[in-house]
């Protein structure tokens, strides 16, 4: 994370290196956090904030306005466990998450973050409306090292292919299935029975232990909108936040935690297969503020 060069890093250096806080600080504040993507609620509710301290402490000193944004942020954070639950055998992770977010990709990577601590995964391929998904899933899932159990059929009910996976994992001694969901929302109604009953399917042979949504830095507060019906429906326990490199949307990871009351727990911060990270407040805020 530290050598991830942050849009509200950039903005912030040159801003705490002034010898005082003035009217000029303020406004750079503001205008970093926004384009951040904060978002203008939380950026009035930090700039209020970080106002009273700053009065109360008396200071004038823009390194302590600094160390005060990077405290309030981790406070912030602090409200959410970011701690993935895995511990069943096998712990099963429904992926969800609408088309062009990076789903697929991001279940590769997840894969390769996982085998990095020596746990053994299969991805199940339940997203069966599209062959090329498939394929390109098992391409994914073959370089982050884990096995794959694909439809046995073309148009196999996805709760089949997700009870198979299940059980590959209980027979195989496997400890982590991962199971793609189709990420089409041209009709919510239907995509959301499909899960449930993805869900209902798994439940009947092992205890669901992560639902996470993937979502799009890139696309803001639209993400969010976007993915409303999962939100309500798919019984959604963490977010991964991708493609947080380029325009680097740091503010995004709080705003999204904030308005859905579910924690990030994983970032995806690049192309590559080691480009995913479990998510650490202090570490992300002291890349996002500065040291």
Do not use: C
Request: hydrophobic share 40%; aromatic share 6%.
């Amino acid at each position: 994370m530290a050598e991830k060069s942050w849009s509200l890093g950039r903005a912030l250096r040159g801003m705490f290196v002034k010898p005082t806080i003035d009217e000029t600080t303020w406004e750079d504040l503001e205008t970093a956090l926004i384009t951040a993507d904060f978002g203008p609620d939380i950026t009035e509710q930090l700039l209020d904030e970080l106002h009273a301290k700053v009065d109360r402490y008396r200071t004038t000193d823009p390194r302590d306005l600094q160390r005060m944004l990077r405290e309030t942020l981790e406070e912030r954070f602090a409200k959410f466990d970011t701690t993935l639950k895995l511990t069943e055998r096998p712990a099963v992770v429904l992926v969800v998450g609408v088309n062009g977010v990076g789903k697929t990709t991001t279940i590769g990577k997840f894969t390769k973050f996982l085998r990095g601590f020596e746990r053994s995964v299969v991805v199940g391929a339940a997203d069966t409306f599209r062959a090329a998904a498939v394929e390109q899933l098992a391409t994914w899932a073959q370089r982050g090292g884990a096995a794959i159990v694909r439809p046995q059929h073309e148009g196999q009910d996805p709760a089949s292919v997700a009870f198979q996976t299940v059980e590959y994992a209980k027979n195989q001694g496997i400890e982590i299935a991962i199971i793609d969901t189709a990420g089409r929302l041209h009709t919510k109604s239907g995509l959301m029975d499909e899960l449930s009953k993805v869900r209902r399917v798994i439940e009947k042979q092992a205890p669901i232990s992560e639902v996470l949504l993937v979502l799009d830095a890139t696309t803001g507060q639209n993400g969010v909108m976007q993915a409303e019906s999962f939100l309500q429906h798919a019984g959604v326990t963490g977010l991964v936040i991708t493609k947080l490199d380029g325009s680097a949307k740091g503010g995004f990871v709080l705003a999204v935690q904030e308005r859905t009351g579910i924690p990030v727990k994983l970032l995806g911060q690049g192309e590559g297969i080691d480009d995913l990270t479990g998510f650490t407040p202090h570490v992300f805020v002291s890349s996002l503020v500065g040291a």
